[in-house]
């Protein structure tokens, strides 16, 4: 079920390619975003998410009949209007390493056409914010990869953008770090920002996003909600249990042969992967009473995302995806 | 152009003078390297102080607006910074006119500054204030035309600042070799001055010659129109080139 406050499309996407050379790194893809949505962007190395948000934020050239509408407006024909629009955090940190923190967002501010007045208010409400009120003298390149990357976000909201764009925003910071930046982009997504964002994080991307695109090879794979791609893709559960007492060889064939889908583990528990979970726990249940045998740590555990990613991109390689 | 992109503009010509004045390569071969061959054509030889004069600021001139022209967007592809900027509201033209203005200030600068001490050095005696202002005027041609020509040499997309340098050093002695700042051209033989023509530092050397020495070898306008045919030529020649390399600075980072 995908959460969407309005219908109003942000970003309308037709037919994006791009090439470089003999490589396609983007192969026709098409793809709508609407207000207030989270979309993340999962995907291998080299799948095309960075060159698809370099696209969609007007940096690469358009090719063949693509066309990117932002709230309406053609991005080949307004792409000053249409950059406006953005606030772009990049992977890596790309504020000037020479520059301050103050420095930084002053240039920002310039760059985006702001005036003094309004640089000044902004970057005062946005260190503040993201707690980087006492570095402001700081030179850029003095601060840890997790200051940078709450700088590359009061860079990318100085101008009150309504879409932003993370590529891959918490990729190798701290644990603390990704908290408060995922409870920032939480606080955005309040604030009804539309955020796109690439990651290779899969909690991250089931925890945050209302909408999923995986690509692999240039295209999108699937389109789903987190919740509806598991069912999906993968709807069976794992029943994960231990038997008290030594298992003998015998009950091990035994249980083989009454569970299709069992596997031992190497820790000596047993896991049952079943599209039926009622239907397996209660054979389970008869099982262990007719043996008087006892259960102990049973535990049951839905598709993990992760797992449908790697599933999906396994059959898209082998050519077996067959829902879009 | 409206004033919110002067204003665009003029911040990024801001950051290119704060960040990259003190970088190695501009204080090597923007300051250092002019001196040291200006040090070497005059020790032991016998030349005239107003030939040392024009040869000085045709030199200065030509370094210093080459020096950081050429830096900027490689050291900027490296850091990344330059996704900043191609994302940001702000056109390649933009990005291309603030490392112009930048660099045009800082040989403006540094040249008026050598031009003013050498002038009271060698008591150089202008025939009129009209002789001082069309001096400056071609100073800042040149200004303006080696920054284009840095900007052009930045046009391969490279991320390391060497190799830029190396191309840029590559044309830079030639031209300076050929030019006739060592050699007046009416002394030089005939193939020796239509190899000269290839050099727009003849022109700003000519030019030179003529304000303080009164004559030269063409009049003072075509000097001025064949640096003013440079500039526009090469920053045409920079918006094709910059437009069809930028995107290539982002695929290979």
């Known amino acids: 079920m995908t959460i969407v406050k309005n219908n109003k499309i942000v970003i309308n996407a037709n037919n994006l390619t791009k090439s470089f050379g003999e490589i396609i790194a983007v192969n026709n893809i098409s793809f709508e975003i609407h207000e207030g949505e989270i979309v993340g962007i999962l995907g291998p190395n080299g799948a095309g998410k960075t060159t698809t948000l370099r696209l969609l934020t007007g940096v690469f050239k358009l090719e063949g009949n693509a066309k990117v509408e932002i709230y309406g407006l053609d991005l080949s024909k307004n792409l000053t209007k249409c950059k406006s629009k953005f606030g772009i955090v990049p992977e890596v940190s790309n504020a000037y390493s020479d520059y301050t923190v103050e420095q930084n967002l002053i240039f920002s501010g310039r760059i985006y056409g702001l005036s003094k007045e309004v640089i000044q208010a902004r970057s005062e409400e946005l260190l503040k914010r993201f707690e980087l009120t006492g570095k402001r003298k700081s030179k850029t390149k003095t601060l840890s990869k997790g200051l940078k990357q709450r700088l590359n976000l009061c860079l990318a909201l100085l101008h009150d953008p309504p879409i932003l764009i993370l590529d891959e925003p918490t990729s190798g910071l701290d644990p603390f770090s990704v908290k408060i930046l995922r409870d920032q982009i939480l606080k955005l997504k309040r604030e009804n920002k539309t955020i796109l964002m690439s990651t290779h994080d899969m909690i991250e991307a089931q925890t945050i996003c209302d909408r999923i695109l995986i690509m692999n090879r240039g295209k999108i794979i699937a389109d789903e909600h987190p919740d509806t791609l598991r069912k999906d893709f993968n709807p069976s559960l794992t029943i994960s249990f231990k038997i008290e007492g030594e298992i003998s060889k015998d009950l091990m064939n035994e249980m083989q042969n009454y569970f299709t889908n069992i596997k031992i583990q190497e820790d000596d528990s047993f896991k049952i992967t079943t599209q039926d979970v009622l239907e397996d726990l209660h054979r389970l249940y008869n099982f262990v009473r007719q043996r008087n045998l006892e259960v102990l740590d049973m535990k049951l555990k839905e598709t993990s995302l992760e797992e449908v990613f790697i599933n999906l991109v396994k059959s898209d390689l082998n050519g077996e995806v067959t829902k879009k | ?253």
């Open chain 2, 1 to 253: 152009m409206n004033k919110i992109s002067l204003v665009k503009i003029w911040a990024l010509s801001k950051k290119n003078i704060q960040l990259y004045i003190k970088k190695g390569p501009v204080l090597i071969f923007g300051l250092m390297f002019p001196f040291f061959m200006v040090l070497s054509w005059v020790l032991g030889r016998e030349i005239s102080p107003y030939q040392v004069f024009v040869g000085i600021i045709s030199m200065t001139a030509f370094f210093t607006s080459t020096a950081i022209s050429p830096v900027v967007l490689p050291i900027e592809t490296r850091e990344k910074s330059l996704e900043r900027l191609l994302s940001a509201p702000i056109s390649i033209q933009n990005i291309l006119l603030g490392i112009i203005i930048a660099s045009t200030l800082y040989s403006l600068i540094i040249t008026s500054i050598i031009t003013l001490s050498f002038t009271i050095i060698f008591w150089i005696p202008f025939s009129s204030i009209w002789a001082i202002i069309l001096l400056y005027f071609g100073i800042f041609l040149m200004a303006i035309l080696g920054s284009l020509l840095g900007v052009l040499v930045a046009a391969k997309p490279a991320d390391m600042t060497s190799e830029i340098m190396l191309l840029i050093n590559l044309i830079k002695f030639p031209l300076v070799f050929i030019s006739g700042i060592f050699i007046p051209l009416g002394n030089l033989p005939f193939f020796a001055i239509l190899l000269s023509f290839i050099s727009p530092i003849t022109f700003l050397t000519d030019l030179s010659r003529y304000c303080v020495y009164g004559t030269s070898y063409f009049p003072f306008l075509i000097d001025i129109l064949i640096l003013m045919g440079w500039i526009f030529i090469l920053f045409l020649l920079n918006l094709f080139f910059h437009k069809k390399t930028m995107p290539k600075r982002l695929s290979t980072s």
